[in-house]
């Protein structure tokens, strides 16, 4: 069973930084898929960015210029750097990894860490 573990989630006041940082127990290179998605309450969970196919980033509108995905595979970890948040970011952070299987994807998570933005 793949675990993924997160770590990094702080309170911290808009315009500051935080990383948080994700280690999986198996290689990245046996993912096809590795990201963040966040939830806030009440909301759905959303994408916030991820890396395709070892190289390819995507990131949400929302985050584009502030958000930064990165990976590094020889400590399987795929880190988000947030810089300038916004209460706006304040959930519950999420990483998650898809391995493609047949015509499926199989999505694991992690548990979630807490990031929380102050005005």
């Known amino acids: 069973q793949v675990q993924l573990v997160e770590s990094g989630g702080d309170s911290v006041q808009a315009g500051g930084s935080l990383r948080l940082s994700c280690v999986a127990s198996?290689?990245?290179?046996?993912?096809?898929?590795i990201g963040w998605y966040r939830q806030a309450p009440g909301n759905d969970r959303e994408l916030v960015a991820n890396?395709?196919?070892?190289?390819?980033?995507n990131y949400a509108d929302s985050v584009k210029g502030r958000f930064t995905i990165t990976r590094d595979t020889s400590k399987n970890t795929v880190y988000l750097q947030i810089s300038s948040p916004k209460p706006y970011d304040t959930a519950v952070y999420y990483c998650?990894?898809?391995?493609?299987?047949?015509?499926?994807?199989?999505?694991?998570w992690g548990q979630g860490t807490q990031v929380t933005v102050s005005s």
């Open positions: 998650t990894a898809g391995r493609q299987r047949g015509y499926s994807l199989d999505t694991y």
């Open positions: 198996e290689s990245f290179f046996s993912f096809n898929v």
């Open positions: 890396i395709v196919s070892g190289s390819k980033t």
